[in-house]
C-alpha cells in the first residue's frame, strides 16, 4: 500500500484506545507477535544487565506498560516516563506500574517525535511494537537520533517490533511462516484480520538496517536480541 495511503496517527490513536484490555496482559496481550513473552524477557534481562544504576526509563509507546513492567521484575525501583498517542492506555500503564513500582511516574500523551524530553537522562530506553508506524527514511533517522540525544551516558534502548527483509526471497519466505503461525492462533479470519491492519497501518524496515541506523547515530555497541519470522529484539549501549 503506498504511504500516504497508511493509517494516520490519529487513525492508530483510535484503534489504540479501543484495545486496552488486550494489551493489559503479559502473556496474551500480544498474541499477533511471534514470541513476544520471549522478547519482553529478553529486553528486560538485557536491560537490567547492560545498564548499571537504573534511576529513569523511557517507554516510547508503553502502550500498558508491559515492557516496564517486565523490568521490574528485574530491578526497582526507577522513575519512569511513559509516551503514548493513547490516553487510555497511559492511565491504564500508570495503573499497573504503580502497582509494582515505587518510583515516580510521569505519562506524555502524543506523537513522540513532537514531544520534549530531557536528553540523556534515561538510562534505559524501550520501543515496543510501536517504530513499524514510521513512513519514511527520515522518520526514522530524525527518530533515530532523538533516541540517541535521550539515552544517558551508560546507558541502553531496546527494541522489540515488527521487521521486514532485504532480500525478496526471504520476506516471502518470513511472511508466509507469519501467516502459517497465525493461523495457528486464532484461524484463517484471524489471520486476513492481522495482515489487514499490517497492511493498513505499519511501515516495517529491515532489522539490518535499523541496526546499522543505531551505529550511525552514535551507538557503538549493538545487539542482536531474538528473531523469529517477521519479529526481533534488539538493542544497543551508549558509550559512558
Not at 531496546?158 to 532480500?167: A, G, R
Not at 497465525?182 to 484461524?187: Q, R
Amino acid at each position: 500500500m503506498p504511504m500516504e495511503q497508511k493509517s494516520s496517527v490519529e487513525e492508530i490513536k483510535a484503534r489504540f484506545d479501543n484495545d486496552v484490555e488486550r494489551f493489559s496482559n503479559l502473556e496474551t496481550g500480544q498474541a499477533s507477535t511471534v514470541d513476544s513473552p520471549l522478547a519482553m524477557e529478553l529486553v528486560s534481562q538485557a536491560a537490567a544487565k547492560s545498564s548499571k544504576n537504573i534511576q529513569r526509563v523511557l517507554d516510547i509507546g508503553c502502550g500498558a506498560g508491559n515492557s516496564t513492567i517486565k523490568l521490574t521484575q528485574q530491578i526497582s525501583p526507577f522513575d519512569c516516563d511513559l509516551v503514548d498517542l493513547s490516553l487510555p492506555m497511559l492511565e491504564k500503564a500508570r495503573e499497573r506500574i504503580s502497582a509494582v513500582n515505587r518510583g515516580t511516574i510521569q505519562t506524555f500523551q502524543g506523537d513522540f517525535r513532537t514531544i520534549e524530553l530531557p536528553e540523556q537522562r534515561y538510562d534505559v530506553i524501550f520501543a515496543a511494537a510501536v517504530l513499524h508506524h514510521l513512513r519514511n527514511t527520515q522518520d526514522w533517522e530524525i527518530t533515530f537520533r532523538k533516541i540517541y540525544l535521550l539515552t544517558a551516558p551508560g546507558g541502553s534502548v531496546w527494541i522489540t517490533d515488527l521487521v521486514s527483509h532485504e532480500i525478496k526471497a526471504v520476506k516471502s519466505l518470513m511472511w508466509e511462516r507469519y501467516g502459517e503461525y497465525l493461523n495457528s492462533v486464532g484461524g484463517k479470519k484471524y489471520k486476513e484480520k492481522v495482515f489487514d491492519y499490517i497492511e493498513k497501518e505499519d511501515s516495517p524496515m529491515p532489522v539490518t538496517y535499523q541496526l546499522d541506523l543505531l551505529r550511525q547515530v552514535g551507538f557503538k555497541q549493538v545487539e542482536l536480541l531474538h528473531k523469529n519470522s517477521c519479529f526481533a529484539a534488539f538493542g544497543a549501549v551508549k558509550s559512558s
